[in-house]
């Protein structure tokens, strides 16, 4: 069985929890981190460069021994070291880390203190609100465990899109190397790019039916089988992700291709309007009576009900029919679009890699400007940049600039919004600057009311530029901060300030409903990676797809304009 970057990213985040469960070396605990980080975020599948014994080495942040670890992973599909951990603590108690709100210190505590070793055992207490007695807990932490309980029961068996990304990869590599299938395409969730993923919908055509499903069951990832037919395979992979086979002739390609895309709502809504015109729609076709008259291409489906293309990441009925009614559909921002990033961190503070290979990297990729925005002093604490530190950083892009020719390096700051709303560093410094990426990383636990007053706060700071990763939230780990987003949006517009669309993939903040929103209120939004490496560029395409489900143009975001016009428009109005 070939091992995912998401498993060997996974062992080393376990590693990382444990290790911060017993109180071990911070650096242990980040080293870890960051290597999950890196090998999640890797265009190349790690398995294949350890099979081509590359250096691992020659990665940021994986040395020696993060890279013979690696090699261990892919062998043997475990790593002993996880292995000898696993046994100092109770099995059950690193599901316990996994729960939004829950961090080592806090969850050595509730070991320590009340006995806590699983995650029945946790909700136990909290029902019993014996967790808000312990010291540096309350109400609102054990409320927010509660919910965080929840989320995370409701998430369990579903992957990141970007997880299932690389799981797809795969899948399709697999099915292209058989000689009987024609097309093979995932459609689902995946297709309309949703950020979490619940199963994966493969949709194949073919000669001989039988044939190409009984191919599919050879499949190496394979966990169990689910139920088998001529036309249709269900099978949970490995990585406890439902799979879904369906298997057409080629005339039937466009129908099932928006029928299995979905959504469900989105397809009752465009078979309705069918039914209007007498049309029967269904995965094998547009039928008037008993007569095929479409279905090899999707634009058939939309063109028999009088629609013009919808792109699948509109696909959710939440307008998209009225709107193609109307021929006023969106024309979606494309990766194209973007010409520069304005949120990266070098090592400096926490990023793998210095300024000028970050600049190198924005160059290849043929961008006209990159911010670099290490972190203020507070938020990274020892690792932050101080008023000094950051005095010497303007000096040193400024002597970069001057050997630059095509790219524009921007002297920026990833800048602390404090408790009271008010910024890390002082103005004196920060009117210096290009830009401020302002954030919140700490008392995320506020009522609703405080972090809204919170943010709009510091956004009357004249230095407030751009509001980054605006709700906090982490996907399946961390559950957004209570915020009046709405509010937040509209005094984002009102002072002129930007408001950013965050492509980590774990984060994509905004989601794709505050996009939109943010997009009617006219606020100036900017697409940014938050780039720890020079691999972490790449992530550009995530907040791409995030924000094409929010209905996002590139006339909507700004840094798809000239670097002229994105220093106008990071003038405060």
């Not at 129908?255 to 729609?281: C, E, P, Q, W």
Request: proline share 2%.
């Amino acid at each position: 069985m070939r091992i995912h970057n998401i498993a060997i990213a996974n062992i080393f985040s376990d590693m990382a929890d444990i290790i911060q469960i017993q109180g071990g070396n911070p650096f242990r605990i980040r080293a870890y981190r960051n290597a999950a980080r890196m090998i999640s975020g890797l265009s190349q599948n790690v398995s294949d460069l350890v099979e081509n014994e590359e250096d691992l080495s020659k990665f940021p942040g994986i040395g020696k021994d993060l890279a013979l670890k690696i090699e261990e992973i892919v062998r043997t599909g475990h790593l002993s070291a996880l292995d000898k951990l696993e046994k100092l603590i109770p099995s059950q108690l690193i599901d316990v880390m996994k729960i939004s709100g829950l961090g080592g210190k806090r969850i050595a505590i509730l070991h320590n203190k009340l006995g806590i070793t699983s995650i029945d055992d946790l909700e136990k207490a909290a029902r019993e609100h014996k967790i808000c007695t312990l010291p540096g807990f309350g109400e609102r932490i054990e409320k927010s465990i509660l919910d965080g309980i929840e989320k995370s029961r409701e998430s369990d068996n579903t992957v990141l899109y970007y997880e299932a990304r690389e799981i797809s990869g795969f899948l399709l590599d697999y099915f292209k190397k058989c000689s009987l299938v024609e097309n093979v395409i995932i459609a689902g969730s995946f297709r309309r790019r949703k950020e979490i993923v619940r199963d994966i919908d493969v949709l194949v055509t073919g000669s001989q039916n039988s044939v190409i499903a009984e191919y599919f069951l050879h499949y190496p990832d394979i966990s169990s089988v689910i139920s088998k037919g001529e036309t249709r395979v269900t099978v949970m992979l490995h990585d406890l992700l439902q799979t879904d086979i369906r298997i057409v002739p080629q005339g039937c390609y466009g129908s099932a291709l928006h029928y299995f895309t979905g959504s469900k709502a989105h397809n009752i809504a465009v078979r309705k309007r069918g039914m209007k015109r007498d049309l029967k729609i269904n995965e094998y076709g547009v039928f008037e009576g008993e007569k095929r008259i479409g279905g090899e291409k999707e634009e058939d489906v939309f063109s028999a009900v009088g629609l013009t293309y919808i792109e699948p990441e509109l696909r959710e009925d939440q307008g998209e029919i009225e709107a193609a009614q109307r021929g006023v559909l969106p024309d979606l921002i494309k990766v194209e679009h973007i010409r520069g990033d304005l949120h990266t961190h070098t090592n400096r503070t926490d990023g793998h890699a210095t300024l000028e290979q970050m600049v190198i990297a924005a160059a290849i990729k043929g961008y006209e400007y990159i911010a670099v925005t290490d972190h203020s002093r507070r938020l990274a604490m020892a690792h932050g940049l101080s008023e000094v530190d950051l005095e010497q950083q303007i000096e040193m892009i400024d002597r970069v600039n001057e050997t630059l020719k095509g790219i524009t390096v921007l002297k920026g700051i990833e800048v602390d919004i404090l408790e009271n709303g008010t910024l890390d560093l002082p103005v004196s410094v920060l009117k210096k600057l290009d830009l401020t990426i302002c954030a919140i990383h700490s008392k995320m636990n506020l009522s609703k009311e405080q972090q809204t007053k919170r943010i709009l706060k510091a956004m009357d700071n004249p230095a407030f530029k751009i509001l980054a990763h605006p709700t906090g939230r982490l996907l399946k780990k961390r559950a957004p901060y209570e915020v009046d987003i709405e509010k937040v949006l509209k005094g984002a517009k009102e002072r002129g300030c930007g408001v950013e669309i965050n492509c980590s993939p774990d984060r994509l903040d905004l989601n794709d409903i505050n996009c939109k929103m943010a997009k009617e209120i006219g606020v100036k939004l900017v697409i940014n990676t938050d780039a720890h490496s020079t691999n972490d560029l790449n992530n550009m395409q995530y907040g791409i797809f995030q924000a094409r489900r929010g209905w996002i143009e590139a006339n909507d975001v700004i840094n798809t304009r000239t670097l002229e016009d994105l220093k106008r428009l990071l003038k405060r109005s």
